[in-house]
C-alpha cells in the first residue's frame, strides 16, 4: 500500500494513521511519501503544534483533545511509531520541498524514515497494490 | 467451550484503533493454540476483531457481554504467518 500525504493537517495525518494500522495489523506493506504542506508539518519543531486542530466543529476539537489528554487515543505519530514495532511501514518526505525549506533529515521528526525524490516514489507506486491520495 | 485463558488485555476505555493494536502485540507474543482474552469498551472492535481474526488466521472462540459496555473477546491463537513483502530485487 502506497499512501501520498499532501495535506499537512492533523486530521489527514491522523486518517493516513488509521488507515495506516489496518493494512499493517494485517500485514500489508504500507509506505507514505509526504508532499507540500505535509512535509512543513513533519518538521521537529513543528510537529507538536500542528495538533491545533482546524476542523470547523469545536466539539470535535474538544472531544479529540480531551480523548489524547486522557490517553484513550494516541497522537497520530506515537500511532505510526508503534506501527513500525508491528510491520513494515515506512514515511519518506519529498526531497523537493525539503530542499526548498531547506531541511536535512535531522531537522524533521523521529517519525520521519527517508528523504527521497520522486523517482523513488514512482517506483513504490508501480509496486502498490492500493495507492491512496490524502 | 472449555479453555483456559493465557493472557487477558485490558484495553477499556481506549478509542479505535487502541484495543486491536493492544491485541495484535499480545498475539505476536503469545504461542500458537493459547488463547488470549480482549476486553474492550471500543464499538469499533465488534466488527474489526473478528475481521482480524478471520485474515490473521486466529480463532474468535466467542464474544461474551462483561457488562453493557464492555465484551471479552476470546482468540486463539493461530499459525504465524509471514509478512507480505514483496522482492524488490
Request: a negative charge; charged letters at 30%.
Amino acid at each position: 500500500m502506497l499512501i501520498l500525504l499532501k495535506d499537512g493537517s492533523y486530521q489527514s495525518f491522523a486518517t493516513m494513521a488509521m488507515i495506516a494500522t489496518g493494512a499493517v495489523t494485517s500485514d500489508i506493506e504500507v509506505k507514505v511519501f509526504a508532499m507540500e504542506d505535509a512535509v512543513y508539518a513533519l518538521r521537529k519543531d513543528q510537529i507538536d503544534k500542528h495538533i491545533k486542530f482546524e476542523k470547523p466543529y469545536p466539539e470535535y476539537n474538544a472531544a479529540l483533545q480531551d480523548a489524547i489528554d486522557t490517553g484513550k487515543t494516541q497522537k497520530w505519530w506515537e500511532l505510526f511509531n508503534d506501527l513500525k514495532d508491528l510491520g513494515d511501514i515506512e514515511l519518506t518526505v519529498c526531497a523537493l520541498v525539503a530542499d526548498l525549506l531547506g531541511l536535512e533529515l535531522e531537522d524533521f521528526a523521529d517519525v520521519v524514515d527517508d528523504i527521497q525524490g520522486v523517482a523513488k516514489f514512482a517506483g513504490d507506486a508501480e509496486e502498490a497494490d492500493i495507492f491512496i491520495t490524502i | 467451550m472449555s479453555y483456559q485463558i493465557a493472557k487477558t488485555v485490558d484495553a477499556v476505555g481506549s478509542f479505535c484503533p487502541g484495543p486491536l493494536m493492544e491485541l495484535v502485540r499480545a498475539v505476536k507474543e503469545a504461542e500458537t493454540g493459547s488463547v488470549i482474552e480482549l476486553l474492550s469498551s471500543d464499538k469499533g472492535s465488534v466488527g474489526e476483531i473478528p475481521k482480524w481474526c478471520e485474515k490473521a488466521g486466529h480463532e474468535l472462540l466467542e464474544v461474551v457481554d462483561v457488562d453493557d459496555k464492555v465484551k471479552s473477546y476470546r482468540i486463539k491463537v493461530g499459525e504465524k504467518k509471514k509478512r507480505r513483502r514483496r522482492n524488490k530485487e
